[in-house]
């Protein structure tokens, strides 16, 4: 997909989330140099990860709510195949170097349940697992998603499923707090298993189904030009820097986190603020985020605080990860969206008009949903 296509907001949203990401695996690897502050803000690596979760249920649901209007149904085979190229080589190859990794590396130990949960994306239910591989609890949650929420979609209809999304923002904290008192050898996993962490995807599922409603409020546009839309980046780090405190996180710091990350990404969609705007489109951000998932891949094997090897030591530790991230990015991912665009996405492409996207006026928005749709597909 050409960068003309994508919208280079969110690919800079996204180059913020990996490289809090990058920040949270950074810290404790030998030679890093942390900042004091940066247990104050809370699990920094954490909140980069759910950002990546309200942008994919934003744009999930927009494409299929795009689909749906376009051609009054959805298909969901075509959504499934868009998604294996999306997402199964890249993380197949990863696994591929893991294994012949294992096989010449003594220190490399997988187990057998390790392999079982990475293979079948259930990672986010496996907790004694291997440093390695570890990172896959995030993208088990984003596959458990992708199974289950088109469908629900398909078999719900639009404006029920939002109901559904809706539901599970409110359901979530409960869930939380009953695993906490009543599972305690469960603690661990909370944040990690689908229905302690999906209330962060269905709020962006929520604001893909209620964004054009927002935009036509007076006030929903003043605040987002206000310079009071910063108290909102300012609840986000407050109510994750409160992650340390069960007793307000798991009811309440969570969910205020999602709903202020879900403004925000509407914020930076909107471009809202031209400041922040040319911030996040520089050409540097545009790039990072467009490698985002092929570094968050990598980085898992150079990024790790328990061991002391040259690798794993900064900086060459993140000049590693960078390099196989880009084999990765040019050798794998691209290669398979190529195709993908050739065998998938050639007919789609014709029928969604060219998009514009604008700085939000007081009287004047431009929304555009075929810009979102290029951007997922």
């Not at 010449?104 to 291997?130: C, K, S």
């Not at 206000?226 to 996180?249: K, M």
């Not at 471009?271 to 540097?284: G, I, K, M, T």
């Not at 990072?288 to 968050?296: A, E, H, K, T």
Request: aromatic residues 12%.
């Amino acid at each position: 997909m050409s960068t003309s296509e994508r919208i280079p907001s969110l690919d800079g949203l996204r180059a913020v989330s990996i490289g809090l990401v990058l920040l949270g695996h950074l810290a404790g690897t030998r030679h890093f140099l942390g900042l004091p502050s940066l247990t104050l803000l809370g699990d920094v690596g954490n909140l980069g990860v759910t950002v990546f979760f309200v942008i994919s249920g934003f744009l999930i649901t927009t494409l299929l709510l795009s689909e749906q209007a376009r051609e009054h149904r959805i298909d969901l085979a075509a959504f499934y195949v868009r998604r294996a190229f999306r997402i199964l080589p890249a993380a197949a190859t990863y696994l591929l170097a893991v294994a012949l990794l294992a096989a010449v590396a003594p220190r490399v130990r997988l187990g057998t349940l390790d392999w079982l949960h990475a293979l079948t994306f259930t990672m986010n239910y496996h907790q004694q697992r291997d440093w390695i591989v570890g990172h896959l609890w995030s993208l088990s949650v984003e596959e458990q998603f992708y199974l289950l929420w088109p469908a629900a979609v398909v078999v719900l209809g639009p404006k029920r499923s939002a109901w559904l999304a809706g539901a599970a923002i409110v359901i979530a904290p409960a869930w939380r707090v009953s695993v906490w008192v009543l599972f305690p050898e469960w603690r661990d996993a909370i944040g990690e298993t689908f229905p302690t962490v999906m209330d962060a995807i269905a709020s962006g599922c929520v604001l893909a189904g209620c964004a054009g409603w927002l935009v036509q409020r007076a006030w929903y546009r003043r605040f987002l030009t206000s310079p009071r839309f910063a108290l909102v980046i300012l609840v986000v780090l407050i109510s994750n820097a409160f992650d340390r405190y069960p007793s307000f996180y798991l009811p309440f710091g969570m969910t205020l986190r999602n709903a202020g990350i879900a403004l925000v990404v509407h914020w930076a969609i909107l471009r809202a603020s031209p400041l922040v705007a040319r911030v996040l489109e520089c050409a540097p951000l545009i790039w990072v985020g467009r490698l985002s998932y092929s570094l968050y891949l990598w980085q898992q094997p150079f990024l790790n605080r328990h061991s002391p090897a040259m690798l794993t030591s900064f900086p060459v530790n993140l000049a590693c990860a960078g390099l196989c991230a880009c084999l990765s990015f040019f050798c794998v991912e691209s290669p398979f969206l190529r195709l993908r665009e050739r065998r998938v996405l050639g007919g789609v492409r014709q029928r969604v008009p060219r998009a514009r996207t604008q700085v939000v006026k007081p009287n004047q928005v431009d929304v555009s949903a075929a810009a979102v749709l290029r951007d997922l597909q």
